[in-house]
């Protein structure tokens, strides 16, 4: 999973662009939006395998690990699940339980 760097390099951007290094924030930032992507089309592959966690769609299932704050105990997801699921939630400014 590549949101735990995703957000560093997001950190780090933004202490670049703080000491006038523009150009190179802004390029942080377009490979930190990179590796978000990657993490959002492996959840995806990942819900797909699991069956949308039993529901009809994808977009159930997206919006159940937003809806629900212990979505992981409630399907019993595997633990490569839990860690997309968690970066899809903390990427919509919601916790992690």
Same mark, same amino acid.
């Given at each position: 999973?590549?949101?735990?760097?995703?957000? $560093? *390099?997001?950190? +780090?951007?933004?202490?670049?662009?703080?000491? /006038?290094? $523009?150009?190179?924030?802004?390029?942080?930032?377009?490979?930190?939006?990179?590796?978000?992507?990657?993490?959002?089309?492996?959840?995806?592959?990942?819900? $797909?395998?699991? /069956?949308?966690? /039993? *529901?009809?769609?994808?977009?159930?299932? !997206?919006?159940? +690990? !937003?809806?629900?704050?212990?979505?992981?105990?409630?399907?019993?997801?595997?633990?490569? *699940?839990?860690?997309?699921?968690?970066?899809?939630?903390?990427?919509? /400014?919601?916790? +992690?339980?």
């Amino acid at each position: 999973m590549f949101s735990k760097l995703a957000y $560093k *390099l997001d950190e +780090i951007s933004a202490s670049l662009e703080e000491r /006038g290094f $523009k150009k190179e924030a802004e390029e942080l930032d377009v490979l930190a939006n990179t590796l978000e992507k990657l993490d959002m089309d492996r959840l995806r592959e990942k819900l $797909k395998e699991e /069956g949308y966690l /039993g *529901l009809d769609t994808m977009g159930e299932a !997206l919006g159940e +690990i !937003l809806k629900d704050k212990d979505w992981k105990k409630r399907w019993d997801v595997d633990e490569e *699940l839990a860690g997309l699921g968690d970066a899809y939630r903390k990427s919509k /400014g919601l916790p +992690i339980v």
